[in-house]
Protein backbone atom coordinates (compact mmCIF):
# COMPACT_ATOMS: atom_id res chain seq x y z
CA UNK A 1 0.00 0.00 0.00
CA UNK A 2 3.02 2.14 0.82
CA UNK A 3 4.05 1.92 -2.32
CA UNK A 4 1.24 2.61 -4.24
CA UNK A 5 1.07 5.42 -2.36
CA UNK A 6 4.43 6.81 -3.42
CA UNK A 7 3.45 6.45 -6.97
CA UNK A 8 0.56 8.30 -6.26
CA UNK A 9 2.15 11.22 -5.34
CA UNK A 10 5.68 10.89 -7.24
CA UNK A 11 4.86 13.35 -10.33
CA UNK A 12 7.00 11.10 -12.40
CA UNK A 13 4.38 8.12 -13.09
CA UNK A 14 1.57 10.47 -13.75
CA UNK A 15 0.31 7.08 -15.23
CA UNK A 16 -0.57 6.01 -11.37
CA UNK A 17 -2.65 8.94 -10.99
CA UNK A 18 -4.75 8.45 -13.87
CA UNK A 19 -5.64 4.79 -13.44
CA UNK A 20 -6.78 6.02 -10.29
CA UNK A 21 -8.80 8.75 -11.47
CA UNK A 22 -10.33 6.85 -13.95
CA UNK A 23 -11.32 4.16 -12.06
CA UNK A 24 -13.12 6.16 -9.85
CA UNK A 25 -15.13 7.75 -12.99
CA UNK A 26 -15.41 4.45 -14.44
CA UNK A 27 -16.68 3.32 -10.96
CA UNK A 28 -20.19 5.83 -11.59
CA UNK A 29 -20.76 4.21 -14.84
CA UNK A 30 -20.35 0.54 -14.01
CA UNK A 31 -22.41 1.15 -10.80
CA UNK A 32 -25.38 2.93 -12.76
CA UNK A 33 -25.26 1.62 -16.57
CA UNK A 34 -24.89 -2.19 -14.80
CA UNK A 35 -27.96 -1.76 -12.58
CA UNK A 36 -29.93 -0.93 -14.98
CA UNK A 37 -28.48 -3.63 -17.56
CA UNK A 38 -28.84 -5.77 -14.48
CA UNK A 39 -32.16 -5.17 -14.05
CA UNK A 40 -33.20 -5.03 -17.66
CA UNK A 41 -31.50 -8.11 -17.84
CA UNK A 42 -29.37 -7.21 -21.07
CA UNK A 43 -25.91 -8.49 -20.47
CA UNK A 44 -25.88 -10.09 -23.30
CA UNK A 45 -26.68 -7.16 -25.31
CA UNK A 46 -24.32 -5.25 -23.67
CA UNK A 47 -21.26 -7.97 -23.98
CA UNK A 48 -22.26 -8.34 -27.91
CA UNK A 49 -22.28 -4.88 -28.28
CA UNK A 50 -18.16 -4.85 -26.40
CA UNK A 51 -17.16 -7.46 -28.71
CA UNK A 52 -17.91 -6.18 -31.93
CA UNK A 53 -16.16 -2.80 -31.17
CA UNK A 54 -12.67 -5.29 -31.61
CA UNK A 55 -13.96 -5.44 -34.85
CA UNK A 56 -14.22 -1.47 -35.71
CA UNK A 57 -10.70 -1.28 -33.65
CA UNK A 58 -9.46 -3.68 -36.06
CA UNK A 59 -10.64 -2.28 -39.38
CA UNK A 60 -9.39 1.51 -37.80
CA UNK A 61 -5.91 0.07 -37.60
CA UNK A 62 -5.59 -1.54 -40.90
CA UNK A 63 -6.75 1.54 -42.47
CA UNK A 64 -4.59 3.66 -40.77
CA UNK A 65 -1.85 1.15 -41.66
CA UNK A 66 -3.19 1.40 -45.32
CA UNK A 67 -2.62 5.36 -45.12
CA UNK A 68 -6.08 6.29 -44.07
CA UNK A 69 -5.90 10.01 -42.70
CA UNK A 70 -5.38 11.03 -39.52
CA UNK A 71 -8.73 10.74 -37.70
CA UNK A 72 -9.21 7.00 -38.37
CA UNK A 73 -8.09 5.97 -35.06
CA UNK A 74 -9.28 2.60 -33.09
CA UNK A 75 -11.40 4.57 -31.16
CA UNK A 76 -13.86 6.01 -33.76
CA UNK A 77 -13.24 2.22 -35.55
CA UNK A 78 -14.92 1.22 -31.81
CA UNK A 79 -17.89 3.76 -32.06
CA UNK A 80 -18.82 3.47 -35.08
CA UNK A 81 -18.96 -0.45 -34.64
CA UNK A 82 -21.08 -0.01 -31.14
CA UNK A 83 -23.49 2.20 -32.31
CA UNK A 84 -24.02 -0.08 -35.28
CA UNK A 85 -24.60 -3.27 -33.07
CA UNK A 86 -26.71 -1.25 -30.68
CA UNK A 87 -29.21 -0.40 -33.45
CA UNK A 88 -29.04 -3.84 -34.99
CA UNK A 89 -29.91 -5.27 -32.02
CA UNK A 90 -32.47 -2.63 -30.67
CA UNK A 91 -34.02 -3.21 -34.17
CA UNK A 92 -34.31 -7.04 -34.01
CA UNK A 93 -35.36 -6.97 -30.25
CA UNK A 94 -38.16 -4.55 -31.26
CA UNK A 95 -38.80 -6.36 -34.09
CA UNK A 96 -38.67 -9.52 -33.87
CA UNK A 97 -38.16 -10.78 -30.10
CA UNK A 98 -37.41 -14.47 -30.67
CA UNK A 99 -34.57 -13.93 -33.20
CA UNK A 100 -33.04 -11.47 -30.21
CA UNK A 101 -30.53 -13.95 -28.93
CA UNK A 102 -29.40 -15.24 -32.21
CA UNK A 103 -28.31 -12.18 -33.37
CA UNK A 104 -26.78 -10.93 -29.90
CA UNK A 105 -24.52 -14.09 -30.89
CA UNK A 106 -23.91 -13.55 -34.44
CA UNK A 107 -22.28 -10.14 -33.63
CA UNK A 108 -20.42 -11.11 -30.83
CA UNK A 109 -18.67 -13.42 -32.75
CA UNK A 110 -18.75 -11.81 -35.81
CA UNK A 111 -17.09 -8.75 -34.49
CA UNK A 112 -14.19 -10.24 -32.70
CA UNK A 113 -13.44 -12.49 -35.48
CA UNK A 114 -13.63 -9.68 -37.80
CA UNK A 115 -11.17 -7.64 -35.66
CA UNK A 116 -9.12 -10.63 -35.31
CA UNK A 117 -9.06 -10.92 -39.12
CA UNK A 118 -7.83 -7.49 -39.53
CA UNK A 119 -5.58 -6.76 -37.06
CA UNK A 120 -3.31 -10.19 -38.91
CA UNK A 121 -3.68 -8.28 -42.01
CA UNK A 122 -2.18 -4.84 -40.86
CA UNK A 123 1.06 -4.42 -41.34
CA UNK A 124 3.16 -3.81 -38.26
CA UNK A 125 2.37 -4.98 -34.35
CA UNK A 126 -1.21 -5.30 -33.11
CA UNK A 127 -2.26 -7.29 -30.63
CA UNK A 128 -6.00 -8.13 -30.02
CA UNK A 129 -4.74 -9.24 -26.45
CA UNK A 130 -4.30 -5.54 -25.36
CA UNK A 131 -7.34 -4.67 -26.62
CA UNK A 132 -9.29 -7.32 -25.08
CA UNK A 133 -7.72 -7.16 -21.77
CA UNK A 134 -6.85 -3.76 -21.57
CA UNK A 135 -4.14 -2.29 -19.60
CA UNK A 136 -5.47 0.73 -16.80
CA UNK A 137 -2.57 2.36 -16.38
CA UNK A 138 -2.42 3.33 -19.90
CA UNK A 139 -5.09 5.40 -19.51
CA UNK A 140 -4.45 9.22 -21.00
CA UNK A 141 -5.30 12.57 -20.06
CA UNK A 142 -7.68 12.80 -23.18
CA UNK A 143 -9.64 9.47 -22.30
CA UNK A 144 -9.91 10.80 -18.69
CA UNK A 145 -12.10 14.27 -20.10
CA UNK A 146 -13.77 12.02 -22.25
CA UNK A 147 -14.67 9.61 -19.77
CA UNK A 148 -15.47 12.65 -17.14
CA UNK A 149 -17.65 13.91 -19.65
CA UNK A 150 -19.68 10.59 -20.06
CA UNK A 151 -19.64 9.93 -16.70
CA UNK A 152 -21.43 13.40 -15.65
CA UNK A 153 -24.21 13.41 -18.55
CA UNK A 154 -25.09 9.87 -17.50
CA UNK A 155 -25.08 11.40 -13.54
CA UNK A 156 -27.39 14.47 -14.82
CA UNK A 157 -30.25 12.11 -17.26
CA UNK A 158 -30.63 9.40 -14.73
CA UNK A 159 -30.95 12.04 -12.23
CA UNK A 160 -33.57 13.94 -14.13
CA UNK A 161 -35.34 11.00 -15.58
CA UNK A 162 -35.01 8.21 -12.53
CA UNK A 163 -38.59 7.51 -12.53
CA UNK A 164 -38.93 7.33 -16.31
CA UNK A 165 -35.97 4.48 -15.93
CA UNK A 166 -37.23 2.87 -13.37
CA UNK A 167 -40.95 2.65 -14.89
CA UNK A 168 -39.68 1.50 -17.94
CA UNK A 169 -37.01 -1.38 -16.83
CA UNK A 170 -39.89 -2.97 -14.68
CA UNK A 171 -42.94 -2.47 -16.20
CA UNK A 172 -42.65 -1.59 -19.82
CA UNK A 173 -46.44 -1.38 -20.65
CA UNK A 174 -47.46 0.32 -17.54
CA UNK A 175 -45.05 2.85 -18.10
CA UNK A 176 -45.63 3.53 -22.47
CA UNK A 177 -49.82 3.92 -21.00
CA UNK A 178 -48.42 6.60 -19.02
CA UNK A 179 -47.04 8.56 -22.17
CA UNK A 180 -43.19 7.36 -21.20
CA UNK A 181 -41.68 6.86 -24.57
CA UNK A 182 -40.18 3.52 -23.70
CA UNK A 183 -38.92 2.52 -26.93
CA UNK A 184 -36.45 5.91 -27.30
CA UNK A 185 -35.53 4.91 -23.13
CA UNK A 186 -34.39 1.57 -24.54
CA UNK A 187 -32.64 3.20 -27.66
CA UNK A 188 -31.29 5.79 -25.29
CA UNK A 189 -29.55 3.36 -23.08
CA UNK A 190 -28.56 1.18 -25.43
CA UNK A 191 -26.35 4.17 -27.20
CA UNK A 192 -24.91 5.67 -24.04
CA UNK A 193 -23.91 2.02 -23.10
CA UNK A 194 -22.21 1.51 -26.16
CA UNK A 195 -20.51 5.00 -26.03
CA UNK A 196 -19.69 3.81 -22.64
CA UNK A 197 -18.46 0.53 -23.26
CA UNK A 198 -15.79 2.35 -26.25
CA UNK A 199 -14.67 4.35 -23.67
CA UNK A 200 -14.29 2.31 -21.06
CA UNK A 201 -12.25 -0.68 -22.88
CA UNK A 202 -9.38 1.45 -24.02
CA UNK A 203 -8.04 1.19 -20.44
CA UNK A 204 -10.35 -2.15 -18.56
CA UNK A 205 -10.44 -3.83 -22.02
CA UNK A 206 -13.53 -5.75 -23.53
CA UNK A 207 -13.83 -8.70 -21.24
CA UNK A 208 -13.38 -6.25 -17.91
CA UNK A 209 -16.11 -4.14 -19.27
CA UNK A 210 -19.01 -6.77 -19.59
CA UNK A 211 -17.73 -8.21 -16.38
CA UNK A 212 -17.53 -4.54 -14.30
CA UNK A 213 -20.91 -4.05 -16.04
CA UNK A 214 -22.62 -7.04 -14.44
CA UNK A 215 -20.68 -7.89 -11.32
CA UNK A 216 -20.98 -4.93 -8.83
CA UNK A 217 -24.46 -4.17 -9.84
CA UNK A 218 -25.10 -7.83 -9.57
CA UNK A 219 -23.65 -8.14 -5.61
CA UNK A 220 -25.66 -4.82 -4.83
CA UNK A 221 -28.72 -6.24 -6.17
CA UNK A 222 -28.51 -9.05 -3.44
CA UNK A 223 -29.11 -5.99 -0.68
CA UNK A 224 -30.80 -3.13 -2.28
CA UNK A 225 -33.64 -2.30 -1.60
CA UNK A 226 -34.12 -0.12 -4.59
CA UNK A 227 -32.49 0.78 -8.33
CA UNK A 228 -31.53 4.25 -6.75
CA UNK A 229 -29.73 1.80 -3.91
CA UNK A 230 -28.45 -0.57 -6.02
CA UNK A 231 -26.91 2.55 -8.52
CA UNK A 232 -25.31 4.09 -5.23
CA UNK A 233 -24.27 0.32 -3.99
CA UNK A 234 -23.18 -0.78 -7.46
CA UNK A 235 -21.11 2.63 -7.37
CA UNK A 236 -19.27 2.35 -4.00
CA UNK A 237 -18.53 -1.65 -4.80
CA UNK A 238 -16.87 -0.69 -8.22
CA UNK A 239 -14.81 1.59 -6.65
CA UNK A 240 -13.32 -0.16 -3.90
CA UNK A 241 -12.63 -3.45 -6.60
CA UNK A 242 -11.16 -0.80 -8.81
CA UNK A 243 -8.67 0.43 -6.07
CA UNK A 244 -8.02 -2.61 -4.23
CA UNK A 245 -7.49 -3.92 -7.18
CA UNK A 246 -5.01 -1.27 -8.59
CA UNK A 247 -3.16 -1.37 -5.15
CA UNK A 248 -3.39 -5.39 -4.90
CA UNK A 249 -1.83 -5.59 -8.67
CA UNK A 250 1.00 -2.66 -8.14
CA UNK A 251 1.96 -4.70 -4.95
CA UNK A 252 2.37 -8.56 -6.60
CA UNK A 253 3.25 -7.09 -9.83
CA UNK A 254 0.05 -8.61 -11.70
CA UNK A 255 -2.11 -7.18 -14.43
CA UNK A 256 -4.50 -4.58 -12.83
CA UNK A 257 -7.95 -4.80 -14.87
CA UNK A 258 -7.91 -9.22 -14.60
CA UNK A 259 -7.26 -8.53 -10.25
CA UNK A 260 -10.03 -5.87 -10.03
CA UNK A 261 -12.23 -8.61 -11.95
CA UNK A 262 -11.44 -11.36 -9.88
CA UNK A 263 -12.06 -9.10 -6.50
CA UNK A 264 -15.33 -8.16 -7.94
CA UNK A 265 -15.66 -11.91 -8.97
CA UNK A 266 -14.93 -13.50 -5.53
CA UNK A 267 -17.33 -11.02 -3.78
CA UNK A 268 -20.60 -11.63 -6.19
CA UNK A 269 -20.17 -15.45 -5.94
CA UNK A 270 -20.05 -14.95 -1.91
CA UNK A 271 -22.74 -13.08 -1.86
CA UNK A 272 -24.42 -15.72 -4.43
CA UNK A 273 -23.43 -18.12 -2.32
CA UNK A 274 -24.38 -16.64 0.98
CA UNK A 275 -28.21 -15.93 -0.08
CA UNK A 276 -28.20 -19.81 -1.71
CA UNK A 277 -27.36 -20.92 2.09
CA UNK A 278 -29.76 -17.87 3.65
CA UNK A 279 -32.51 -19.26 1.35
CA UNK A 280 -32.34 -23.11 2.12
CA UNK A 281 -32.05 -22.72 5.71
CA UNK A 282 -35.26 -20.47 5.47
CA UNK A 283 -37.06 -23.28 3.62
CA UNK A 284 -36.62 -25.80 5.78
CA UNK A 285 -37.11 -23.73 9.24
CA UNK A 286 -40.57 -23.55 7.36
CA UNK A 287 -41.02 -26.89 7.00
CA UNK B 1 -79.25 -19.49 -34.04
CA UNK B 2 -81.62 -16.45 -34.31
CA UNK B 3 -84.76 -17.72 -32.81
CA UNK B 4 -83.30 -19.71 -29.99
CA UNK B 5 -81.35 -16.57 -29.40
CA UNK B 6 -84.11 -13.87 -29.60
CA UNK B 7 -86.27 -16.43 -27.67
CA UNK B 8 -83.59 -16.32 -25.10
CA UNK B 9 -82.57 -12.88 -24.96
CA UNK B 10 -86.43 -12.24 -24.04
CA UNK B 11 -86.97 -14.48 -21.79
CA UNK B 12 -83.45 -13.48 -20.43
CA UNK B 13 -84.82 -10.05 -20.28
CA UNK B 14 -88.49 -10.77 -18.72
CA UNK B 15 -87.36 -13.48 -16.01
CA UNK B 16 -83.92 -14.17 -15.02
CA UNK B 17 -81.30 -11.38 -15.42
CA UNK B 18 -79.05 -11.37 -12.28
CA UNK B 19 -80.00 -8.98 -9.81
CA UNK B 20 -76.27 -7.19 -10.06
CA UNK B 21 -76.93 -6.50 -14.15
CA UNK B 22 -80.23 -5.22 -13.61
CA UNK B 23 -78.84 -1.25 -12.97
CA UNK B 24 -76.89 -0.44 -15.29
CA UNK B 25 -76.91 -2.85 -18.05
CA UNK B 26 -80.84 -2.27 -18.32
CA UNK B 27 -82.91 -5.49 -19.91
CA UNK B 28 -82.45 -6.31 -22.82
CA UNK B 29 -84.30 -5.00 -26.15
CA UNK B 30 -85.31 -8.04 -28.53
CA UNK B 31 -84.43 -7.37 -32.21
CA UNK B 32 -83.93 -8.52 -35.31
CA UNK B 33 -80.96 -7.24 -35.39
CA UNK B 34 -79.18 -10.00 -33.07
CA UNK B 35 -77.58 -11.29 -36.15
CA UNK B 36 -75.18 -9.13 -37.80
CA UNK B 37 -73.47 -9.52 -40.97
CA UNK B 38 -70.06 -9.07 -40.35
CA UNK B 39 -69.04 -7.64 -43.72
CA UNK B 40 -72.02 -4.76 -43.88
CA UNK B 41 -70.68 -1.55 -42.29
CA UNK B 42 -71.86 -1.35 -38.33
CA UNK B 43 -73.47 1.22 -37.39
CA UNK B 44 -72.83 2.29 -33.43
CA UNK B 45 -75.46 3.65 -31.37
CA UNK B 46 -73.39 6.03 -29.75
CA UNK B 47 -70.85 8.95 -30.86
CA UNK B 48 -67.62 8.44 -29.18
CA UNK B 49 -67.83 11.01 -26.79
CA UNK B 50 -71.17 10.18 -25.21
CA UNK B 51 -69.47 6.55 -24.26
CA UNK B 52 -66.26 5.06 -22.40
CA UNK B 53 -64.86 3.29 -25.34
CA UNK B 54 -65.92 3.41 -28.23
CA UNK B 55 -64.74 0.93 -31.38
CA UNK B 56 -65.35 1.06 -34.48
CA UNK B 57 -64.37 -1.55 -37.18
CA UNK B 58 -61.70 -2.45 -35.88
CA UNK B 59 -58.51 -4.71 -37.65
CA UNK B 60 -55.52 -5.85 -35.97
CA UNK B 61 -53.08 -8.75 -37.19
CA UNK B 62 -49.65 -9.72 -35.73
CA UNK B 63 -47.07 -10.25 -38.65
CA UNK B 64 -48.55 -14.08 -39.26
CA UNK B 65 -51.90 -13.84 -37.49
CA UNK B 66 -55.16 -12.19 -37.74
CA UNK B 67 -56.27 -11.34 -34.64
CA UNK B 68 -59.15 -9.03 -35.23
CA UNK B 69 -61.61 -7.95 -38.25
CA UNK B 70 -65.01 -5.99 -38.41
CA UNK B 71 -64.93 -5.56 -34.25
CA UNK B 72 -67.42 -2.73 -33.49
CA UNK B 73 -68.69 -2.66 -29.77
CA UNK B 74 -68.90 0.38 -27.03
CA UNK B 75 -68.81 0.50 -23.10
CA UNK B 76 -70.62 3.05 -21.41
CA UNK B 77 -69.65 5.28 -18.55
CA UNK B 78 -69.68 3.16 -15.02
CA UNK B 79 -70.16 -0.19 -17.19
CA UNK B 80 -68.11 -2.87 -15.53
CA UNK B 81 -67.24 -5.24 -18.70
CA UNK B 82 -65.94 -8.93 -18.25
CA UNK B 83 -63.97 -9.86 -21.36
CA UNK B 84 -63.95 -13.84 -21.86
CA UNK B 85 -62.12 -15.37 -24.48
CA UNK B 86 -59.82 -18.52 -25.00
CA UNK B 87 -56.33 -17.93 -24.58
CA UNK B 88 -54.55 -16.66 -27.50
CA UNK B 89 -58.44 -15.54 -28.46
CA UNK B 90 -56.97 -11.77 -28.36
CA UNK B 91 -58.02 -10.75 -25.15
CA UNK B 92 -54.91 -8.74 -24.46
CA UNK B 93 -54.45 -7.75 -27.59
CA UNK B 94 -57.78 -5.91 -27.57
CA UNK B 95 -56.95 -4.51 -24.19
CA UNK B 96 -53.56 -3.34 -25.44
CA UNK B 97 -55.16 -1.45 -28.18
CA UNK B 98 -57.82 -0.09 -25.91
CA UNK B 99 -55.02 1.36 -23.67
CA UNK B 100 -53.15 2.72 -26.78
CA UNK B 101 -50.04 -0.03 -26.98
CA UNK B 102 -50.89 -1.11 -29.73
CA UNK B 103 -52.32 0.57 -32.77
CA UNK B 104 -54.85 -1.00 -34.66
CA UNK B 105 -54.13 -1.99 -39.00
CA UNK B 106 -57.25 -0.31 -39.58
CA UNK B 107 -61.01 1.27 -37.56
CA UNK B 108 -60.52 3.36 -34.76
CA UNK B 109 -60.69 2.90 -31.05
CA UNK B 110 -61.73 6.05 -29.18
CA UNK B 111 -61.45 6.22 -25.28
CA UNK B 112 -63.91 9.27 -24.10
CA UNK B 113 -63.82 10.34 -27.32
CA UNK B 114 -59.80 10.72 -27.98
CA UNK B 115 -57.26 8.22 -29.11
CA UNK B 116 -55.69 6.63 -26.30
CA UNK B 117 -52.79 7.85 -26.15
CA UNK B 118 -54.30 11.04 -25.66
CA UNK B 119 -56.07 10.05 -22.84
CA UNK B 120 -53.14 8.46 -20.81
CA UNK B 121 -54.89 10.36 -17.49
CA UNK B 122 -58.08 8.60 -17.42
CA UNK B 123 -56.63 5.69 -18.08
CA UNK B 124 -55.35 3.26 -15.38
CA UNK B 125 -54.05 -0.01 -16.64
CA UNK B 126 -52.95 -3.08 -14.68
CA UNK B 127 -51.29 -5.38 -17.32
CA UNK B 128 -50.18 -9.70 -16.58
CA UNK B 129 -46.85 -8.36 -15.92
CA UNK B 130 -46.02 -11.60 -16.68
CA UNK B 131 -42.02 -11.05 -17.42
CA UNK B 132 -42.01 -9.73 -13.43
CA UNK B 133 -38.55 -10.17 -12.53
CA UNK B 134 -38.84 -11.06 -8.54
CA UNK B 135 -34.63 -9.98 -8.60
CA UNK B 136 -35.97 -6.31 -9.18
CA UNK B 137 -35.28 -4.28 -6.12
CA UNK B 138 -38.34 -2.09 -5.60
CA UNK B 139 -40.75 -1.49 -2.85
CA UNK B 140 -44.11 -0.90 -3.16
CA UNK B 141 -44.34 2.72 -2.38
CA UNK B 142 -42.15 2.82 -5.36
CA UNK B 143 -44.31 0.62 -7.54
CA UNK B 144 -47.57 2.74 -6.99
CA UNK B 145 -45.90 6.13 -7.36
CA UNK B 146 -45.02 5.44 -11.30
CA UNK B 147 -48.77 6.18 -11.52
CA UNK B 148 -47.91 9.70 -11.29
CA UNK B 149 -45.78 9.10 -14.59
CA UNK B 150 -47.27 11.68 -17.52
CA UNK B 151 -45.20 11.56 -20.18
CA UNK B 152 -41.10 12.99 -19.38
CA UNK B 153 -42.75 15.25 -17.41
CA UNK B 154 -40.32 15.63 -13.99
CA UNK B 155 -41.94 13.83 -11.20
CA UNK B 156 -40.97 15.38 -7.58
CA UNK B 157 -40.59 13.82 -4.33
CA UNK B 158 -44.04 14.14 -2.56
CA UNK B 159 -45.77 14.93 -6.09
CA UNK B 160 -49.24 13.40 -5.15
CA UNK B 161 -48.48 12.17 -2.24
CA UNK B 162 -52.45 12.09 -1.21
CA UNK B 163 -53.38 10.70 -4.67
CA UNK B 164 -51.37 7.77 -4.05
CA UNK B 165 -52.46 7.33 -0.15
CA UNK B 166 -55.78 7.23 -1.53
CA UNK B 167 -54.97 4.32 -3.90
CA UNK B 168 -52.84 2.32 -1.44
CA UNK B 169 -56.16 1.97 0.76
CA UNK B 170 -58.44 1.74 -2.42
CA UNK B 171 -56.33 -1.46 -2.86
CA UNK B 172 -56.36 -2.42 0.56
CA UNK B 173 -52.49 -2.31 0.47
CA UNK B 174 -51.99 0.12 2.68
CA UNK B 175 -49.98 -1.73 5.53
CA UNK B 176 -47.51 -2.98 2.78
CA UNK B 177 -46.28 0.11 0.97
CA UNK B 178 -42.66 -0.29 2.61
CA UNK B 179 -42.39 -3.92 1.90
CA UNK B 180 -40.28 -5.42 -1.01
CA UNK B 181 -42.63 -5.96 -4.18
CA UNK B 182 -41.33 -9.43 -4.48
CA UNK B 183 -41.57 -10.15 -1.38
CA UNK B 184 -45.51 -10.35 -2.01
CA UNK B 185 -48.05 -12.97 -2.60
CA UNK B 186 -49.62 -12.98 -5.66
CA UNK B 187 -53.03 -11.51 -4.79
CA UNK B 188 -51.11 -8.51 -2.78
CA UNK B 189 -48.67 -7.70 -5.83
CA UNK B 190 -52.18 -7.90 -8.42
CA UNK B 191 -53.25 -5.27 -5.39
CA UNK B 192 -50.78 -2.88 -5.75
CA UNK B 193 -50.61 -3.17 -9.28
CA UNK B 194 -54.58 -1.60 -8.84
CA UNK B 195 -53.41 0.81 -6.93
CA UNK B 196 -50.62 2.29 -9.22
CA UNK B 197 -53.34 2.34 -11.84
CA UNK B 198 -55.96 3.95 -9.50
CA UNK B 199 -53.29 7.00 -9.08
CA UNK B 200 -54.69 9.90 -10.43
CA UNK B 201 -58.46 8.91 -10.20
CA UNK B 202 -58.62 7.28 -13.79
CA UNK B 203 -62.05 7.19 -15.45
CA UNK B 204 -61.54 3.56 -17.12
CA UNK B 205 -59.45 0.97 -15.40
CA UNK B 206 -58.31 -2.08 -17.35
CA UNK B 207 -57.51 -5.15 -16.05
CA UNK B 208 -55.88 -8.22 -17.83
CA UNK B 209 -56.27 -11.40 -16.51
CA UNK B 210 -55.67 -9.98 -12.51
CA UNK B 211 -57.19 -13.06 -10.89
CA UNK B 212 -55.08 -15.94 -13.04
CA UNK B 213 -53.53 -18.22 -10.66
CA UNK B 214 -55.27 -16.60 -7.86
CA UNK B 215 -56.76 -18.67 -5.01
CA UNK B 216 -60.16 -18.05 -3.92
CA UNK B 217 -59.65 -16.34 -0.82
CA UNK B 218 -57.52 -13.75 -2.49
CA UNK B 219 -59.70 -13.64 -5.37
CA UNK B 220 -62.34 -12.21 -3.17
CA UNK B 221 -60.48 -9.93 -1.94
CA UNK B 222 -59.31 -8.70 -5.22
CA UNK B 223 -63.03 -8.53 -6.24
CA UNK B 224 -64.26 -6.60 -3.30
CA UNK B 225 -61.37 -4.06 -4.62
CA UNK B 226 -63.45 -3.96 -7.62
CA UNK B 227 -66.98 -3.74 -6.08
CA UNK B 228 -65.73 -0.35 -4.15
CA UNK B 229 -64.16 1.15 -7.66
CA UNK B 230 -67.32 -0.06 -9.86
CA UNK B 231 -69.86 2.79 -10.32
CA UNK B 232 -67.47 5.80 -10.58
CA UNK B 233 -65.19 4.11 -12.56
CA UNK B 234 -65.80 2.10 -15.99
CA UNK B 235 -64.41 -1.12 -15.70
CA UNK B 236 -62.95 -3.82 -18.29
CA UNK B 237 -61.62 -6.62 -16.77
CA UNK B 238 -60.54 -10.02 -18.76
CA UNK B 239 -60.65 -13.08 -17.30
CA UNK B 240 -60.00 -16.29 -18.37
CA UNK B 241 -62.66 -18.31 -16.91
CA UNK B 242 -65.53 -17.58 -19.34
CA UNK B 243 -68.00 -19.97 -18.48
CA UNK B 244 -68.96 -17.82 -15.33
CA UNK B 245 -67.63 -14.02 -14.73
CA UNK B 246 -68.11 -12.13 -11.14
CA UNK B 247 -71.63 -10.86 -10.21
CA UNK B 248 -70.71 -7.09 -10.44
CA UNK B 249 -69.78 -7.65 -14.27
CA UNK B 250 -73.13 -5.46 -16.18
CA UNK B 251 -71.73 -6.72 -19.71
CA UNK B 252 -70.14 -9.68 -21.06
CA UNK B 253 -67.74 -9.33 -24.13
CA UNK B 254 -66.42 -12.68 -25.70
CA UNK B 255 -63.35 -12.37 -27.72
CA UNK B 256 -63.15 -15.30 -30.95
CA UNK B 257 -65.98 -17.35 -29.50
CA UNK B 258 -67.75 -17.70 -32.57
CA UNK B 259 -66.44 -20.42 -34.80
CA UNK B 260 -67.62 -18.57 -37.92
CA UNK B 261 -66.16 -15.45 -36.79
CA UNK B 262 -63.11 -16.56 -34.79
CA UNK B 263 -61.08 -13.00 -35.16
CA UNK B 264 -64.74 -11.63 -33.78
CA UNK B 265 -66.13 -9.54 -30.52
CA UNK B 266 -69.59 -10.49 -29.27
CA UNK B 267 -71.94 -9.36 -26.61
CA UNK B 268 -73.15 -12.52 -24.72
CA UNK B 269 -76.38 -12.72 -22.39
CA UNK B 270 -75.43 -13.08 -18.57
CA UNK B 271 -77.97 -15.21 -16.34
CA UNK B 272 -78.32 -15.88 -12.57
CA UNK B 273 -75.69 -19.04 -11.22
CA UNK B 274 -77.52 -20.22 -8.30
CA UNK B 275 -75.60 -23.24 -8.28
CA UNK B 276 -72.06 -22.07 -8.65
CA UNK B 277 -70.59 -22.69 -5.49
CA UNK B 278 -69.07 -19.12 -4.23
CA UNK B 279 -66.21 -20.50 -2.35
CA UNK B 280 -64.58 -22.35 -6.01
CA UNK B 281 -65.05 -18.36 -7.16
CA UNK B 282 -64.22 -16.07 -4.44
CA UNK B 283 -67.28 -14.16 -4.97
CA UNK B 284 -71.10 -14.03 -6.63
CA UNK B 285 -70.86 -15.31 -10.32
CA UNK B 286 -73.01 -14.80 -12.79
CA UNK B 287 -72.92 -17.77 -16.20
CA UNK B 288 -72.40 -16.20 -19.21
CA UNK B 289 -74.61 -17.33 -22.24
CA UNK B 290 -72.68 -18.18 -25.09
CA UNK B 291 -75.69 -19.34 -27.17
CA UNK B 292 -77.55 -15.99 -26.85
CA UNK B 293 -76.21 -13.32 -28.33
CA UNK B 294 -77.42 -9.41 -27.86
CA UNK B 295 -77.09 -6.79 -30.11
CA UNK B 296 -74.56 -4.20 -29.92
CA UNK B 297 -77.33 -1.83 -28.55
CA UNK B 298 -78.15 -3.90 -25.75
CA UNK B 299 -77.25 -2.22 -23.00
CA UNK B 300 -78.54 1.11 -23.60
CA UNK B 301 -82.13 1.71 -22.87
CA UNK B 302 -81.93 4.71 -20.53
CA UNK B 303 -78.53 6.06 -21.94
CA UNK B 304 -77.95 8.57 -24.33
Request: with cysteine.
Given at each position: MNGFLQALANPSVPFVRNALIGSVLAAFLFGILGSLVTVRRIAGLAGAISHTVLGGIGLALFLAAKGAPKWVTPMLGALVFAVLAALTISAVSLKAKQREDTVINALWAIGMSLGIVFMAKTPGYADPMSYLFGNILLVTSADLYLLAALTLSVLVLVWRYYRHLEAASFDEEFAATKGVPVTAIYLALLLVIAVAIVLLQTFVGIVMVIAMLTLPAGTAGYFSRNLAGMMVNATILSLIFSVSGLVVSWHFDLPAGAVIVLLAGAVFIAFAAGKLVAGKRLTRSRL | MSDITRGGAARLASTSRPAAAVGTTTAVRTT????????EEQHLPHSPEHVAIWCKDLAFRYREA?????VSFHVHHGEFVALTGKNGAGKSTLLKLIVGILEPASGEVLVFGAPPKKQTESIGYVP???????????AVKEVVGMGRLSGLARVLRGQKQEEIDWALEQAEVNDLRERRFSALSGGQRRRVLVARALVGHPKLLVLD???????AASEKKFYDVLARVKGNTTVLVATHDSDFVSALADTVLCVGQDVEHPHSVHRHALEQA????EELYGGKVVRVRHDIELPDNACCEGKD
Amino acid sequence: MNGFLQALANPSVPFVRNALIGSVLAAFLFGILGSLVTVRRIAGLAGAISHTVLGGIGLALFLAAKGAPKWVTPMLGALVFAVLAALTISAVSLKAKQREDTVINALWAIGMSLGIVFMAKTPGYADPMSYLFGNILLVTSADLYLLAALTLSVLVLVWRYYRHLEAASFDEEFAATKGVPVTAIYLALLLVIAVAIVLLQTFVGIVMVIAMLTLPAGTAGYFSRNLAGMMVNATILSLIFSVSGLVVSWHFDLPAGAVIVLLAGAVFIAFAAGKLVAGKRLTRSRL
Amino acid sequence: MSDITRGGAARLASTSRPAAAVGTTTAVRTTTAAVRAHSEEQHLPHSPEHVAIWCKDLAFRYREAQVFDHVSFHVHHGEFVALTGKNGAGKSTLLKLIVGILEPASGEVLVFGAPPKKQTESIGYVPQHAGFDPAFPIAVKEVVGMGRLSGLARVLRGQKQEEIDWALEQAEVNDLRERRFSALSGGQRRRVLVARALVGHPKLLVLDEPTANMDAASEKKFYDVLARVKGNTTVLVATHDSDFVSALADTVLCVGQDVEHPHSVHRHALEQADHAPEELYGGKVVRVRHDIELPDNACCEGKD
